[in-house]
């Protein structure tokens, strides 16, 4: 079996020589590279292509996003794994939307590691259970209701207790516009009715009255 070629990008040292001792063992895993910061973690995939980069979150001159969206906007088929210390949503989202093929945390242990790298390889997602944890989380969040500046004019309408006739006079627009609007209301807020629709929109703070 032809060992993997892996570099490790970390701006610190102890750390990337820890990974280094950490791998020197395992047979199917090469280092071929180690990187400081996140442009020279490019420029040293652009030239020796390796099967996988370990990459930090947080590196000088180009931090481990903006190294993962050159990287996979470049033409190694190069797999990105970020491995870091930091696990708030705000940074997975960062680095999964940049095309992170693995997200994993320092606290990984060696077989963790080794799996992950292989997995990453053959382009399979790999997540800390506590990144895995978080993003299930985030999906599971209702999405945010936003009405257009129209729906909002048209809940107005309604919440001062005027008819679709006289909403559309109001707005200058037909009735059947007006029903139309109101459908889609519905629809965002999850009512069946107009007096639902207004409580729903006050409630959540889509439509405030004065």
Known sequence: MTALRVILADDHTVMRAGLVALLASEPTIDIVGEAGDGREAVNLVERLQ?????????????DGVGATTEIVA???????????????????ERGVEAGATGYL??????????????????????????VAQRLVARMRQPAPVALTPRESDVLTAVADGLS????????????ATVKTHLLRIFAKLDVSDRTRAVVVAMNGGLLRRP
């Open 164 to 175: 679709n006739a006289e909403i559309g006079r109001r707005l200058f627009i037909g009735e």
């Open 50 to 62: 390796p099967d996988v980069v370990l990459l930090d979150l947080r590196m000088p001159v180009l």
């Open 74 to 92: 470049g033409p190694a088929r190069t797999r990105v794994l970020i491995l870091t210390t930091y696990d708030t949503d705000a940074d997975i």
């Open 105 to 130: 945390l320092k606290d990984a242990t060696r077989e963790q590691l080794v799996e992950a790298i292989h997995s990453a390889s053959r382009g399979e997602t790999v997540l800390a259970p506590r």
